[in-house]
């Protein structure tokens, strides 16, 4: 069963943290993503796990081995639970990740490791020096990168269905729309019951929920359109 993750992308910690309390008990996991943790600092992950979050942390590193290592082991440590990586940052890179996930782990509990395939925002041809489509590049990748030892990738619902096919990868996908919702700056988007049905394991949803009139109300009836 696919699981629904909020994305809190908010400039301010007090709108952040009282859409996060609409959501307690709704949504089981939120996203903490560079503008938050630009503004509100590592703090903010920490207080939306003492809520009851688990929380995924989406700083998208790309770096030398040795620092996206680190900076997985201090994730770790600060209690999130899904971090991701650049696919791109190639075998050294994501293996350096995996085992600094893995060396973190405590009761058997430990931050699952996705990498970003092509970025749900591009649209054909507007990948800077990359000539495949950005479903041909996300595919490729995510082959590439099943035998790197990642838990998953993070690709769009329109890619999934493939790169469950051809991989043992978990799927996280973003650029989930319902139906008629604005696409915002998204370009490869897709429904609720679309991703699941195609094979995603988690869906993030951010401004449909967070925009709404009534996040929590626009939660559920995700959830439901999700449980088919
Ligand atoms: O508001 P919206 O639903 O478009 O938010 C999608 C979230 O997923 C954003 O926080 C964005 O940073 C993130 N994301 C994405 N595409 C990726 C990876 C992450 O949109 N490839």
Redesign the pocket.
């Known amino acids: 069963m696919a699981q629904l993750i909020v994305?809190l992308?908010f400039p301010e910690k007090e709108a952040l943290l009282d859409t996060a309390r609409a959501l307690k008990g709704i949504v089981p996991w939120c996203?903490v993503?560079l503008e938050a943790f630009i503004l509100s600092g590592p703090s903010i992950v920490a207080q939306l796990a003492d809520m009851g979050f688990k929380v995924f942390l989406?700083l998208k590193l790309y770096d030398i081995p040795n620092t996206v290592s680190h900076a997985v082991a201090a994730g770790a440590r600060n209690g999130v639970s899904i971090m991701t990586i650049h696919c791109q940052g190639g075998k050294k890179m994501c293996t350096a990740a995996m085992e600094a996930a893995e060396a973190a782990s405590v009761n058997g509990e430990r931050p699952y490791i996705f990498g970003?395939t092509a970025?749900?925002?591009f649209g054909p041809c507007e990948m800077p020096g990359i000539a495949s489509t950005p479903q041909d590049f996300a595919l490729q990748l995510a082959r590439s990168a099943d035998g790197w030892g990642i838990d998953g990738v993070?690709c769009s619902g329109l890619e999934v269905k493939s790169i469950k096919m051809q991989t043992s990868l978990l799927a996280l996908c973003?650029?989930?729309r319902p139906a008629g919702a604005d696409k915002?700056d998204?370009a490869r988007v897709c429904t609720p019951l679309q991703a699941v049905k195609s094979g995603a394991d988690f869906l993030?949803?951010?401004?449909?929920i967070t925009r709404a009139a009534d996040p929590a109300g626009a939660a559920k009836a995700i959830l439901e359109e999700m449980a088919g």
Do not use: W
């Open positions: 994305a992308d996203k993503g989406d970003v970025l749900t925002s993070v973003p650029g989930i915002n998204q993030v949803v951010g401004r449909p």
